[in-house]
């Protein structure tokens, strides 16, 4: 079973950038798929970013397409979210995800149930 854990989160201004972490705990982690997403208080979970596991393309969420990207280090079990020109309302709780379904190559997941595996989260806070 999967374990994962986000890190780097914290509070910074309009404009500036955050880079997240989060590691997992398997080593078999090149197998799944992977992704990003956040939740303000009161909002749904929301999908930013992903990556899959057949070929480790990437595929984004609309709001966040241009500004956020997602990259894999396999060899270190890690994935990160590089966020720039960050907004108040990216302002949440940001969770890292993985996907063990492998029934096709071209699988891109986005729903929260697509997803067997969560961190607890890093909290962003953007000021104005």
């Known amino acids: 079973q999967v374990q994962l854990v986000e890190s780097g989160g914290g509070l910074v201004q309009a404009g500036e950038s955050l880079r997240l972490s989060c590691e997992g705990s398997d080593d078999t982690f090149r197998g799944y798929s992977v992704a990003w997403f956040r939740q303000a208080p009161g909002a749904h979970r929301e999908f930013l970013a992903g990556s899959r596991w057949s070929d480790f393309s990437t595929y984004y969420a609309d709001p966040v397409k241009g500004r956020f990207t997602i990259s894999r280090d396999n060899a270190r079990n890690t994935l990160y979210l590089q966020m720039n020109n960050l907004k108040p309302e990216d302002t949440a709780a940001y969770y890292c995800?993985?996907?063990?379904?492998?029934?096709?190559?071209?699988?891109?997941?986005?729903?929260?149930?697509?997803?067997?595996?969560w961190g607890r989260g890093t909290q962003v806070t953007v000021s104005s």
């Open positions: 995800a993985a996907d063990s379904d492998q029934s096709s190559a071209t699988l891109t997941p986005r729903a929260v149930a697509d997803f067997d595996y």
